[in-house]
């Protein structure tokens, strides 16, 4: 080969590099904000995490505050609340992901298997409605529905001769209505997924299905949920990486800094905001969202090793 020549195969790589460009322009262009803002605030972000290690000093810098090693963590173990707080918002995050993952796909069934339009417009747009009511509403309805004294339900119980429980002074209530709550607000939004997948799934399977004689259910179980598998794990991952980072907005509305309710609903992210409302000191803020980094980080690289084990081509990477 001649001095200066390239290979065949760089120049043949490079001139497909230039047509796919060429080609494929007005995508990249139109992908380059959602690049933009993930560097500017997942990648550049990420530097201040040295000031989980760091006293941080207004009038010295991020770089110039004096290291301080791990006690920023301290404020999370010596309380001894370190284990119930992560075991709560692991928990309530499981029940989340497990329970909204069964109604999810389950919504998104009825409404595939819905033949009258309207109705399915209505339906669809029933349970999706709750997503865009914002927590600060839905605490004022849970507490009008609720209230021990002026609630609509604690009146019509009342009215019909049974003692009604006081729910905001009985904490065990509250991890079912928790649940309930957080499936009320988003399972409508979460079944337009799996109502995407079921619409990319081949007509011809349930055509061939029928001539086989399958009714409605086996179609279902033999057709729909196994093509949705691949769907499902994948949010299942993905929901993985932020398992251990409750719905502060959530919890802060319908728990507050009720005593009581704290004993069964007190999670991390709401601990960390008490304790950073009574001190300024950043650093133990960034200490928090590092231990709650971590600990997500190796729960779903844990997940996706177990489902490469079941299923390697489910996984995430």
């Known amino acids: 080969m001649k001095r200066g020549m390239r290979p065949a195969h760089a ?3 490079r001139h497909t590099f230039r047509n ?3 080609k494929n322009g007005i995508y990249l262009l139109l992908l380059l904000p959602a690049v933009v803002y993930v560097i500017i605030f997942s990648y550049i972000p990420m530097g201040g995490v040295i000031m989980a290690f760091k006293s941080y000093n207004y009038t010295k810098g991020l770089f110039a505050s004096p290291w301080v090693g791990m006690k920023n963590f301290d404020f999370l173990m010596v309380s001894g ?7 709560n918002t692991l928990l309530y995050n499981f029940a989340f992901i497990t329970v909204g993952m069964v109604m999810e796909v389950g919504f998104a069934i009825i409404i595939n298997e819905m033949r009258c339009k309207w109705f399915k417009k209505i339906f669809q747009s029933f349970i999706f409605l709750p997503y865009f009511i914002s927590w600060v509403i839905a605490s004022a309805v849970v507490q009008t529905m609720l209230d021990y004294d002026t609630g609509m339900i604690a009146r019509l119980v009342k009215s019909c001769g049974i003692d009604m429980v006081n729910v905001y002074t009985n904490a065990a209530p509250w991890p079912f209505l928790l649940v309930m709550l957080r499936m009320w607000k ?13 619409a990319n799934i081949d007509t011809e399977m349930y055509e061939a299905a029928e001539v ?6 086996q179609k279902v179980f033999k057709i729909t949920i196994p093509s949705l598998m691949p769907t499902m794990v ?8 932020q398992i251990f980072r409750g719905d502060f907005g959530m919890f802060y509305q319908l728990i507050g800094n009720n005593g009581v309710l704290l004993e069964v ?7 960390i905001y008490r304790a950073m409302a009574g001190n300024a000191n950043l650093g133990y803020g960034a200490a928090a969202g590092l231990y709650q980094s971590v600990l997500c980080f190796v729960t779903i690289l844990l997940a996706n090793y177990i489902v490469k084990k079941v299923q390697p081509d ?3 990477f």
């Open 265 to 271: 609903g007190d999670i991390l992210d709401l601990y």
């Open 234 to 241: 994948i949010m299942f991952l993905l929901a993985c990486g």
């Open 81 to 87: 609340k370190l284990w119930p707080l992560t075991r």
């Open 212 to 217: 086989d004689g399958a009714n409605s259910w």
């Open 314 to 316: 489910y996984t995430l």
């Open 186 to 198: 988003g399972v409508g939004y979460g079944s337009i997924v799996y109502l995407s997948a079921i």
């Open 20 to 22: 796919d460009l060429r």
């Open 11 to 13: 120049k043949k790589g």
